[in-house]
């Protein structure tokens, strides 16, 4: 069964600065790598996501980064802002099947 | 874009009783949708993938005669979580794969905070 192992588990930056977090995964039946969003009490929301004909995508001040061999991608947000402070999850297709497997999540709290 | 809708946002139920979560695809056909579950500052746990016209698939470790997925139409699919007790107190999120091909993602219905008490 697909693992999708993320850090870290919590991360904070101070306004302006940038944050990075990781995501590792296994096998995977298809090639389609997002980052998903949350803000308590709400559902993920698509943040930015990244087929693996390019190692790199950027969306405003978003970018995933992606490594095939190494089987590791990763988000960075440029010029933090405290309205950027959420839950973080990486997700990877399973190797079984169509749904998404989620990586533990990255709390991050942007200071201001 | 593609839009699910999920209802209701939240439910207080009494201990013993059957809560009935609904998710509806408003601009696409889904014939497959996910349940998630979600517990306080966890990540998001697959529970079953929802087939439209036939039975659903569970996970491993998740009771399926206690959680029924009924997926009767391409536009929805209901998760009811039958004689509920405190425990199966979650946040549930259904989801659904969109497009195809090249252009394909998945689309996140805004969750169910279920309490039980």
């Known amino acids: 069964q697909q693992q999708v192992k993320q850090s870290p588990q919590s991360l904070i930056v101070q306004k302006g600065g940038i944050s990075i977090i990781n995501c590792a995964y296994e096998?995977?039946?298809?090639?389609?790598f997002p980052w998903y969003q949350q803000f308590p009490g709400k559902g993920p929301a698509l943040l930015i996501a990244?087929?693996?004909?390019?190692s790199e995508k950027k969306e405003g001040r978003f970018t995933i980064s992606f490594n095939k061999s190494a089987k590791q991608f990763s988000l960075h947000i440029m010029d933090s802002q405290p309205g950027d402070s959420a839950t973080y999850f990486c997700?990877?297709?399973?190797?079984?099947?169509?749904?998404?497997?989620f990586g533990g999540g990255t709390r991050l709290m942007v200071k201001p | 874009g593609a839009v699910v809708s999920q209802h209701p946002s939240r439910v207080i139920c009494k201990s013993g009783t059957s809560v009935k979560i609904e998710c509806r695809s408003l601009?696409?056909?889904?014939?497959?949708m996910f349940w998630y579950r979600q517990f306080p500052k966890q990540s998001l746990m697959l529970m079953a993938t929802?087939?439209?016209?036939?039975?659903?698939?569970?996970e491993q470790g998740v009771e399926k005669d206690k959680f029924l997925i009924n997926h009767a139409s391409l536009t929805l699919s209901t998760l009811t979580v039958t004689s509920a007790h405190p425990e199966d107190s979650s946040f549930y999120i259904c989801?659904?794969?969109?497009?195809?091909?090249?252009?394909?993602?998945?689309?996140f219905g805004s969750g169910t905070r279920l309490t039980v008490v």
């Open positions: 990244i087929r693996p004909d390019v």
């Open positions: 929802s087939n439209e016209g036939s039975k659903a698939t569970y």
């Open positions: 601009d696409f056909q889904a014939t497959t």
């Open positions: 997700a990877a297709p399973s190797n079984a099947g169509n749904m998404l497997t």
């Open positions: 989801s659904a794969r969109i497009g195809q091909g090249a252009f394909f993602g998945y689309t």
């Open positions: 096998n995977t039946a298809f090639d389609y």
